[in-house]
């Protein structure tokens, strides 16, 4: 049987942090680099060659564009190398949903791109990563897996990039796919899919660009100061996400000003805070020029209003038709 050859793109995240204690609570991400991972590795027996090569080794909360240029780059260098594969990714989980869903936008789907992190550093009882890392090299050895655009492995599932988002601080089973849930099921030793792929030879929807336009994201709670509203949402900003409440709600008067702020040539797209539900478009959003997120989470969507501005799309129906996508 010939073995994959897989690239490892490392970022660093929990899936590289020690404790220095197998017991204790608290660690430092980012500790072990690739050549030392990969040689942890080995021991598993998989049916894989590995070519690493480290981008960063940080937590993901500190991960922005000057992790994601260079990372979009070398996997760009990976799909086009004949003797590749597939990519793996290892990231930290607090943002692995953002980075993914960005790739996923920005990258063609001609070979696997997987994602995969770690709840439980690698000195704690329990830990996650090695398993997380066997699943993903079986996702990443599979042919089939390149037509579903850029993949999350986590607690023995795969999802979608678009679906995938973080729902619990501790638990290794953390990540929940919505509105889909996982599109397959994974050990080392087994790969079942939920269905054909559905975007094979697809080409990357936009380009990937170093400086995208600055986009903020507005938390909606109850009694909020309209001024509070007018204070985050300057006049320097392209766009703003808002975090409403229910089904992408906010008050009246949080709402005049975003409108005022819409006059302006501000985009404005309005999300929900609550973890599940679609934020379909209501009868105001034309006349205001608002933009419905529909299955999209606050995070996500900026990330896609980015895109689009820095595409140079400002009408609110061409956005619409973007954020509708499934």
């Not at 729902?167 to 099921?185: K, N, Q």
């Not at 299955?295 to 954020?323: C, H, T, W, Y």
Request: hydrophobic share 45%; with cysteine.
């Amino acid at each position: 049987m010939t073995k994959a050859r897989i690239t490892v793109l490392a970022t660093g995240g929990t899936i590289a942090g020690i404790a220095g204690s197998a017991l204790r609570h608290d660690y430092r991400p980012g500790q072990i680099d690739i050549v030392e991972y990969l040689s942890r590795v080995e021991g598993l027996g998989l049916e894989a060659e590995f070519a690493g090569h480290q981008i960063a080794n940080i937590g993901s909360e500190d991960v922005g564009p000057k992790v994601w240029a260079p990372l979009h780059e070398a996997i760009l260098t990976a799909l086009a190398d004949p003797e590749c594969d597939g990519v793996i990714v290892t990231h930290g989980t607090d943002t692995l949903e953002e980075t993914a869903f960005l790739l996923d936008l920005t990258l063609p789907c001609t070979k696997p791109v997987v994602l995969v992190g770690a709840m439980r550093p690698a000195d704690a009882v329990g830990y996650d990563g090695l398993r997380n890392f066997a699943n993903a090299v079986r996702v990443a050895s599979d042919a089939e897996a390149a037509g579903r655009g850029v993949l999350v492995v986590m607690g023995d599932r795969v999802f979608a990039a678009r679906d995938v988002r973080k729902v619990r601080t501790r638990s290794t089973d953390a990540f929940r796919g919505y509105p889909r849930g996982s599109i397959g099921l994974v050990t080392p030793s087994a790969l079942d899919w939920f269905g054909a792929p559905w975007r094979t030879d697809e080409v990357a929807r936009f380009a990937y660009r170093d400086n995208l336009p600055l986009v903020v994201i507005l938390y909606v709670h109850a009694n909020m100061d309209p001024d509070l509203a007018r204070r985050i949402v300057g006049t320097d900003q392209r766009g703003v996400v808002i975090a409403g409440v229910g089904e992408g709600n906010l008050p009246d008067s949080v709402r005049e000003v975003l409108i005022e702020r819409r006059k302006a040539g501000v985009a404005i797209v309005r999300a929900s805070r609550v973890d599940e539900g679609l934020v379909d478009r209501e009868p105001e959003d034309d006349p205001n020029g608002f933009v419905a997120a529909r299955a999209l989470n606050p995070q996500k969507a900026r990330i896609l209003l980015q895109l689009l501005l820095a595409d140079g799309v400002s009408e609110p129906a061409v956005m619409q038709r973007a954020f509708d996508e499934r």
